[in-house]
């Protein structure tokens, strides 16, 4: 079991930058980051493996980038240029075969106008 804590939420005006990180217990393959809006599913953000392979959303291409430490277990998320579209609460999460199995508890991002 690997346990995930997530922290560096906040909120911040539009055109403004957060950085989340999280965590792991313990070493895991993937990590990644999720949100979910408000009446919304919740959709993939970013995802990096243990050799830096990383994907992302359309929606923050450009924007967004995730990096780890794996000597720390730790994935982190930069986000720059926010809009208030960004707003949601972030999970990260982690696994063997996709960033999917295990899920952090949660921090808020709230980008106001």
């Known amino acids: 079991q690997v346990q995930l804590v997530e922290s560096g939420g906040g909120l911040v005006q539009a055109g403004g930058s957060l950085r989340l990180s999280c965590e792991a217990s313990?070493?895991?393959?993937?990590m990644g980051w999720y949100r979910q809006a408000p009446g919304k599913q919740r959709e993939f953000v970013a995802r990096i493996d243990r050799g830096d392979m990383t994907n992302y959303a359309d929606s923050v291409k450009g924007r967004f980038t995730i990096s780890r430490d794996n000597a720390k277990n730790t994935v982190y998320l930069q986000m720059n240029s926010l809009k208030p579209e960004d707003t949601a609460v972030y999970y990260c999460a982690a696994g063997w075969t996709g960033p999917d199995r295990y899920w952090g508890q949660g921090t808020q991002v709230t980008v106001s106008s």
């Open positions: 313990g070493s895991i393959k993937y």
